[in-house]
């Protein structure tokens, strides 16, 4: 008679907290329980609500990134449509080529940053929008080159290119997006005049491939922030460059595909960013529809 009442009184209390409005932490309310039945069925209620609570929580800081993000975007790109219309508007300051060329430079901004709104927007449904199989590294990193060559040509930066016609597994589209982020720094620090390396070494199960510029360099306090998101550095703030977001989607994007991404750099000296390739035997290769 005594358990019975235990229970009909917890699952009256419960009934009336299901059937009442709720304004307050459910988990607080619990009756409390009188059996070690009813103590279980609490502690399921408040492992449940933890989990939600962190799902909540990480909605809520996708959320505000992407609100981040967005505020980002819209003052980035708004700099090189000024910039363009500017250069329309005062025809007498500059020759018509030069005009076109640096009218063609802020569009190939505006692209960058539309490419890297794109991908960020994907970086959710990665896993429905890749497919990893065997590619020749030289190819997609050629590739990458080809893109940039107007800003190699005009900085009048020298490339070296060598050992990189090796196979690994990954993405082509996305490996060539991480790519552009990293070349587009090495050419933005890089005085006109300096160099960019591009080769691979191979050690073990694991190709890395080497980007490096005798360029600016990064400080000792600044390198270990260069993936974060929205992170721009001493140089970046001064030369208002950097817009703290390459870097960050190309970690995000490498770590996806199961790529490793450092970066080694001597302030004044060079900047070395190295994608690591191991050859894992349980890659899953998915085949093309």
């Not at 050419?187 to 050690?203: A, F, H, N, P, R």
Request: overall charge negative.
């Amino acid at each position: 008679m005594l358990g019975y009442s235990f229970k009909y009184r917890y699952w009256k209390d419960m009934k009336e907290l299901v059937d009442g409005e709720i304004e307050e932490n459910i988990i607080e309310l619990l009756p409390k329980p009188r059996t070690s039945e009813q103590a279980f069925f609490n502690e399921l209620m408040r492992k449940k609500h933890r989990e939600e609570q962190k799902k909540i929580r990480a909605l809520e800081e996708k959320q505000e990134e992407y609100h981040d993000f967005i505020l980002y975007w819209v003052h980035e790109v708004k700099t090189p449509l000024v910039a363009s219309k500017m250069l329309i508007k005062n025809p007498d300051l500059n020759e018509t080529t030069t005009i076109f060329e640096k009218v063609d430079e802020e569009l190939d901004r505006v692209d960058q940053l539309v490419m890297q709104a794109l991908y960020f927007s994907r970086l959710d449904t990665f896993a429905k929008d890749y497919f990893i199989q065997e590619h020749n590294l030289g190819s997609v990193v050629r590739e990458a080159i080809k893109r940039h060559s107007k800003l190699f040509i005009s900085g009048r930066k020298k490339l070296t290119l060598s050992g990189s016609d090796v196979e690994v597994r990954t993405d082509s589209k996305w490996l060539g997006f991480i790519l552009d982020q990293i070349l587009s720094n090495a050419l933005k620090y890089t005085e006109s005049g300096g160099e960019i390396k591009i080769w691979c070494d191979t050690k073990a199960n694991t190709t890395r491939l080497h980007i490096r510029d005798n360029g600016r360099g990064i400080s000792p306090e600044d390198l270990p922030r260069v993936f974060e998101q929205g992170f721009t550095g001493v140089t970046g703030r001064q030369e208002k460059k950097a817009t703290g977001m390459g870097l960050y989607l190309a970690k995000q994007m490498s770590r996806k595909l199961g790529h490793a991404l450092e970066i080694r750099s001597e302030e004044g000296v060079y900047t070395d960013v190295i994608l690591s390739f191991e050859q894992k035997d349980d890659y899953l290769l998915i085949a093309k529809e």
